[in-house]
């Protein structure tokens, strides 16, 4: 009895002469919906995969390209500005006793090159930080004085450990720059806020920043905003770099706090 029910099971639906024609229509489609299903979902898995590799390579591409651009201008631009400099101020040094107007024009010069210098220190700046090439912690400290500098917001920054502890998340500092970027420039937007704090810590097993502000907070709905990418780049690229990212309210006042955190050993 049991060998008969068992052979009758191992048949598929569509012999078995049990079940009424009308269901053994419906059970074929419905497996074949199921193959269809599984096979949509796999492509969006492969789909998806292939995606996020796309969008690491971008950012791997656009960082060198900011690092090229910034070393271009640095050495065409840069260098031929300063070259202009030193030849107006050698004109105004020697006009300055028999020829007052051309002296007077070679010092509107001059004002105009030193514009155009510290214009194209903020390109660079913006680029590809030079103080990127000193490390993460010098890097983090000077974006901060940046901050500081241009904003009416005090920005601090708190640094667990010793400096030599850094050292090797230094391959960390283009990435870990950008995203402190984004991260003040959100404050300075949308925060409405009164002090910052920047936070390194948790070296040499994990690297972890919190940027924390006392401002109004940030609202659950627009951590998905519409055309908004600052975060949705800071969770990508932290993700890359198999690190971890978390923002919501400051818990110990009103505020926003963002955490993102990196593995031991920089391989970025
Ligand atoms: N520190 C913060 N305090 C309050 N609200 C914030 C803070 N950071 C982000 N937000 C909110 O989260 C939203 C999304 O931020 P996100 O950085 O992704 O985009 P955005 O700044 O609006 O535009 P962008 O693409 O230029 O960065 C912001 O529009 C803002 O409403
Ligand atoms: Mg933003």
Redesign the pocket.
């Known amino acids: 009895m049991n060998a008969l029910k068992n052979e009758r099971s191992s048949k598929s639906v569509t012999d078995d002469k049990t079940v009424p024609p009308a269901s053994r229509q419906q059970q074929l489609p419905l497996q074949l919906e199921l193959d269809i299903c599984q096979q949509t979902v796999n492509a969006q898995n492969h789909s998806s995969d292939q995606l996020r590799r796309l969008s690491n390579y971008l950012m791997y591409v656009c960082d060198e390209e900011r690092q090229r651009l910034a070393n271009e201008i640095h050495d065409t631009l840069g260098q031929n500005l300063l070259a202009l400099k030193i030849d107006v101020s050698m004109l105004h040094a020697r006009t300055r006793k028999n020829h007052p107007r051309i002296n007077h024009r070679a010092a509107i010069m001059m004002e105009h090159l030193d514009v155009a210098v510290a214009n194209v220190r903020e390109i660079i700046n913006n680029l590809y930080p030079p103080v990127l090439k000193l490390g993460l912690l010098a890097s983090v400290e000077w974006k901060v004085g940046e901050f500081e500098k241009r904003h009416p917001i005090a920005c601090t920054l708190q640094v667990d450990g010793h400096d030599t502890d850094y050292a090797p998340y230094d391959g960390y500092s283009m990435p870990m720059i950008r995203i402190l970027h984004?991260s003040l420039k959100?404050?300075a937007?949308?925060?409405s806020a009164n002090c910052v704090n920047v936070a390194l810590s948790g070296v040499p097993r994990r690297l972890t920043m919190q940027v924390v502000?006392d401002?109004?907070?940030?609202h659950p709905d627009?951590?998905c905003?519409d055309g908004?990418?600052?975060?949705?780049w800071i969770r990508e690229r932290i993700g890359a770099l198999g690190g971890e990212f978390t923002i919501g309210t400051n818990a110990r006042q009103k505020g926003?706090m963002l955490t993102v955190s990196l593995p031991g050993r920089a391989s970025a």
């Not at 401002?215 to 940030?218: D, K, L, S």
């Open positions: 984004e959100n404050v937007r949308h925060a502000d401002g109004v907070g940030i627009h951590l905003k908004a990418y600052g975060l949705v926003t």
